[in-house]
């Protein structure tokens, strides 16, 4: 005789009404590549295409490494020179603030080397 435990039987008779059948990623095999400790949420963030929100410095640091894609829809020069001078502040403002945390390190965008980029990626000639 067989003793099964409440969480068996439960387990049986989902499976006898089909309760399994059809689950996303049915017969493919598990990703076991990732054995840290939040491997669920990393791949819920990947599989979902989730943004995480970052606290103020890292927020910050992330603006200014995508400021290139945050002007890319600019029309006039103007335009991505407001963006980065908005972003700039921003991060002055940071620095302004006394720290609640660690010190982290945020790089003022060079506004002119991304207006010249943005004139590259556009074919614009100066505009001076």
Request: aromatic share 6%; glycine share 4%.
């Amino acid at each position: 005789m067989r003793f099964e435990s409440w969480a068996d039987r439960q387990v049986r008779e989902a499976m006898e009404r089909g309760a399994f059948d059809y689950l996303p990623g049915a017969g493919r095999p598990l990703d076991l590549r990732d054995t840290s400790e939040d491997w669920w949420i990393r791949a819920k963030i990947k599989r979902e295409n989730l943004e995480i929100a970052l606290p103020g410095p890292l927020a910050l640091r992330r603006e200014v490494e995508r400021i290139a894609e945050a002007v890319a829809d600019a029309r006039t020069e103007t335009e991505v020179r407001e963006r980065c001078d908005d972003l700039n502040a921003r991060v002055r403002e940071h620095y302004a603030r006394p720290a609640t945390g660690p010190a982290l390190v945020v790089r003022l965008v060079d506004v002119d080397a991304e207006v010249a980029r943005w004139r590259a990626r556009r074919s614009v000639p100066p505009s001076d």
